[in-house]
């Protein structure tokens, strides 16, 4: 579930996506926080069709951790950054077991989605 922030539409540029300043922000925060093997942005804002009530879906692919205790951990490291925020933590072999299930989100973030960091 995402994180409402008050004034998070401020940071949605007129083409529909979130500002590269506030991206850098947020793979800045993450990448200190967990080192991840990669951040992938999905969604409305990957597409370019951010609203005012448009969240961030990242997905964030790190091995060998607690998914949960990941996503809460970087919920918090990603307060304040202006925008509502959607995280899921996956590991490698998450992704590569339901990389062609079209029934879970890892799919269509892998299709759709934009690499926005690579270790």
Do not use: C, W
């Not at 925020?85 to 269509?108: A, C, F, M, Q, Y």
């Amino acid at each position: 579930m995402g994180v409402n922030q008050p004034n998070a539409s401020r940071h949605v540029r007129p083409r529909g996506t979130v500002s590269e300043g506030i991206l850098q922000e947020i793979v800045r925060r993450i990448v200190e926080a967990v080192r991840p093997e990669k951040i992938i942005l999905f969604g409305s804002a990957a597409r370019g069709e951010m609203g005012p009530d448009s969240d961030v879906d990242l997905l964030v692919v790190k091995a060998g951790v607690d998914r949960r205790a990941v996503a809460q951990l970087l919920y918090r490291r990603l307060a304040g950054v202006g925008v509502a925020k959607n995280i899921l933590v996956v590991t490698p072999g998450d992704v590569e077991r339901h990389k062609d299930n079209i029934g879970l989100v890892i799919s269509p973030a892998l299709r759709e989605g934009r690499v926005i960091y690579a270790a």
